[in-house]
T-cell receptor, first 113, second 114 residues
Framework: QQPVQSPQAVILREGEDAVINCSSS?????VHWYRQKHGEAPVFLMI?????EQKGHDKISASFNEKKQQSSLYLTASQLSYSGTYFC??????????????FGKGTKLSVKP | DAMVIQNPRYQVTQFGKPVTLSCSQT?????MYWYQQKSSQAPKLLFH???????NEADTPDNFQSRRPNTSFCFLDIRSPGLGDAAMYLC?????????????FGSGTRLTVV
């Protein structure tokens, strides 16, 4: 089942922060986050596996609330290079194991100078 | 560098003329996926191979077929492309049991149907 992402679009000035949310109605095995620039393939950012897990590198981090079946991506002190469409992808439990990655509709992030 | 390579990068085909897109990987991942991404939409899973086992998504049209002759290569065949099949086609790989890595995507093939 496709996860729900919000907001659909965000416009930031350089240095501002943003939060992108992802939620599912199904129990989740994992949550992935990808960034895709126009005309390019999605690039893997991070994966979250356990409830309450938080990860991050540089100024991009994410959290996963397993009970609420929600994940959030945090972008702090945004840079021009952060512009792109951010997709969350969820993997549900399937037959006791993991299913396949299903993407949300994406959040288009634009960072202006 | 280990990677996923898709050829061609751009493909133009005629309405109804069969077309094949290819994907190769040097990662030795046992799972390979094909996604279709239409303009401003999310990638949509068409099917995947778990080793040699083919798994079709329930809503993937019969017009789409796939072959995986060996671990490294996977092909997407569109038997009779329609205008609605114009999209970016993304190949991705993963390793079963790897809990820390995401999917690795190729650069995609942009298909135009004329």
């Amino acid at each position: 089942q496709q996860p729900v992402q919000s907001p659909q679009a965000v416009i930031l000035r350089e240095g501002e922060d943003a939060v992108i949310n992802c939620s599912s109605s199904k129990a989740l095995y994992s949550v992935h986050w990808y960034r895709q620039k126009h005309g390019e393939a999605p690039v893997f950012l991070m994966i979250l596996l356990k409830g309450g897990e938080q990860k991050g590198h540089d100024k991009i981090s994410a959290s996963f609330n397993e009970k609420k079946q929600q994940s959030s991506l945090y972008l702090t002190a945004s840079q021009l290079s952060y512009s792109g469409t951010y997709f969350c992808g969820t993997v549900e439990f399937y037959g006791g194991s993991q299913g396949n990655l299903i993407f949300g509709k994406g959040t288009k992030l634009s960072v202006k100078p | 560098d280990a990677m996923v390579i898709q050829n061609p990068r751009y493909q133009v085909t005629q309405f109804g003329k069969p077309v094949t897109l290819s994907c190769s990987q040097t990662l030795n991942h046992n799972v390979m996926y094909w996604y279709q991404q239409k303009s401003s939409q999310a990638p949509k899973l068409l099917f995947h191979y778990y080793d040699k086992d083919f798994n079709n998504e329930a809503d993937t049209p019969d017009n789409f077929q796939s072959r995986r002759p060996n671990t490294s290569f996977c092909f997407l065949d569109i038997r009779s492309p329609g205008l609605g099949d114009a999209a970016m086609y993304l190949c991705a790989t993963s390793r079963e049991g790897d809990r820390v890595a995401g999917y690795t995507f190729g650069s995609g093939t942009r298909l135009t149907v004329v």
